[in-house]
């Protein structure tokens, strides 16, 4: 799987948009790009995935880049709630994947009261 | 709640001791994964199981042992601990492999005096 780059730490205003970046400039092109949280000694929890289209949910905006060598993360309306370790993780397509996910250190974004 | 059950939650026993985790999957995942979170490491990756065959194995000690029984819930077996075997032990489950979305469970607390 290819390796990411995120920021160690950010911090955000409560109510603002959280812009998460993650750089995984060797991706290939079977692989999606997950991410997970952790919140304190919590299982981290899956937020939103994507192969090359943006994508969104009822947490979060997935923005890839074309050339798929960088996405952004977007939690568009950041509570207390949402500060945690953030994973930007990158999986291969079938056939792989068995390894699961690998973790990286992730960015720790502190939303500020 | 990710729907991946582990027990116990908290975990106390002595070095050279032997203990076991359960965990439940979701209804329907066919793929465990075990994971490990001490202080100083990230999330390591252990083992999966798949339809109770071993698929792939991670950073796992001899010492640990795991296992998918029929009913597919799994046991990860750890003897002859160490101090440094202290951490938090999660489960993940997902429907298949590849690319499959895995959940975690809130993990076990282990602690070894």
């Known amino acids: 799987d290819a390796k990411t780059t995120q920021p160690t730490s950010m911090d955000c205003a409560e109510g603002r948009a959280a812009n998460l970046p993650c750089n995984h400039s060797t991706i290939s092109g079977n692989e999606y790009v997950y991410w997970y949280r952790q919140i304190h000694s919590q299982g981290p929890q899956y937020i939103i995935h994507?192969?090359?289209n943006n994508e969104t949910n009822e947490m979060a905006s997935l923005i890839i880049t074309e050339d798929r060598k960088s996405s952004t993360l977007i939690l568009p309306h950041a509570t207390l709630r949402d500060t945690a370790v953030y994973y930007c993780?990158?999986?291969?397509?079938?056939?792989?994947?068995?390894?699961?996910?690998?973790f990286g250190k992730g960015t720790h974004l502190i939303i500020q009261p | 709640d990710s729907g991946v059950t582990q027990t116990p939650k908290h975990l106390i026993t002595a070095t050279g001791q032997r203990v076991t985790l359960r965990c439940s999957p979701r209804?329907?995942?066919?793929?465990v994964y075990w994971y490990q979170q001490s202080l100083d490491q990230g999330l390591q990756f252990l083992i999966h199981y798949y339809n109770g065959e071993e698929r792939a194995k991670g950073n796992i000690l001899e010492r640990f042992s795991a296992q998918q029984f029929p009913d597919l819930h799994s046991e990860l077996n750890l003897s002859s601990l160490e101090l440094g075997d202290s951490a938090l032990y999660f489960c993940?489950?997902?429907?298949?492999?590849?690319?499959?979305?895995?959940?975690f469970g809130e993990g076990s607390w282990l602690t070894v005096v």
């Open positions: 993780i990158v999986r291969a397509y079938s056939g792989g994947g068995a390894d699961g996910l690998t």
């Open positions: 993940a489950s997902s429907v298949a492999i590849g690319t499959n979305t895995i959940y």
């Open positions: 209804s329907g995942d066919l793929s």
């Open positions: 994507g192969l090359k």
